[in-house]
């Protein structure tokens, strides 16, 4: 499985924007960008997915760069309540769809 | 529509015992994913269900972990002869019925059954 690579911390303040990186160079033609976060003491939850194009939602914004190489989850207005671990997964598409969950983006809100 | 649901939340076993785990997919939903997460660690796949079949157990323990999803009732995750390392989060995920060869779904979390070993 394709690897990716998140900083493990990242600190916002409230209301303003928060771009999470993620880079995953060896990502193959068929992968999916999926993002999902996890609250404290929660089970995981999905935000946004996409595979070439850029992506939004009600819940954010996914930018994905040209070559697929790197992409970034924006967080458009950061709330307390978006203090999580945030986890970039690649999904092949062919292999049974489990997630392979890294070490992922602590974020920290501040008011 | 409910959510998925996981029982119990919170589970205390003595070392030896068994523990059961149950989970309730999202109605309309056939496919069920359990993940374990170790105290500061991240999740770890373990199993992927359809009903009535196991369709990749590669994160599965060898010895001491078994899983099912029968035709009527919850998916169960079973673990006999608990030990402390056992000790962990446990979630499960459902997704619906997906398209021959299309696993970009989205998963749904449960709130997870923590597990206790003394």
């Known amino acids: 499985d394709a690897k990716t690579t998140q900083p493990n911390s990242m600190e916002s303040n409230e209301e303003e924007p928060v771009h999470l990186p993620c880079n995953h160079s060896?990502?193959?033609?068929?992968?999916?960008i999926h993002w999902y976060r996890q609250l404290p003491s929660q089970g995981p939850e999905y935000v946004i997915h996409?595979?070439?194009s850029n992506v939004n939602n009600r819940m954010a914004s996914l930018a994905i760069a040209e070559d697929r190489k790197s992409s970034t989850l924006i967080l458009h207005r950061a709330t307390l309540r978006d203090a999580a671990v945030y986890y970039c997964?690649?999904?092949?598409?062919?292999?049974?769809?489990?997630?392979?969950f890294g070490q992922g983006t602590t974020l920290q809100v501040k008011p | 529509n409910a959510g998925v649901m996981q029982n119990p939340r919170h589970l205390v076993r003595r070392r030896g015992q068994e523990a059961r785990l149950r989970c309730s997919p999202m109605?309309?939903?056939?496919?069920v994913y359990w993940y374990r997460q170790l105290p500061e660690e991240g999740l770890k796949f373990m199993v992927y269900l359809q009903k009535e079949n196991i369709i990749d157990e590669s994160g599965m323990p060898k010895e001491r972990f078994s899983a099912e999803f029968p035709k009527e009732g919850p998916s169960i995750l079973r673990i006999q002869q608990v030990v402390r390392g056992d000790s962990a989060a446990y979630f499960c995920?459902?997704?619906?019925?997906?398209?021959?060869?299309?696993?970009?779904?989205?998963?749904?979390f449960g709130p997870g059954t923590r597990l206790t070993v003394l």
């Open positions: 997964i690649l999904r092949d598409p062919f292999n049974t769809g489990k997630l392979i």
């Open positions: 109605k309309g939903h056939s496919h």
């Open positions: 995920a459902s997704s619906p019925m997906k398209l021959a060869g299309d696993f970009t779904d989205t998963q749904y």
């Open positions: 060896t990502i193959s033609g068929t992968d999916y």
């Open positions: 996409g595979l070439t």
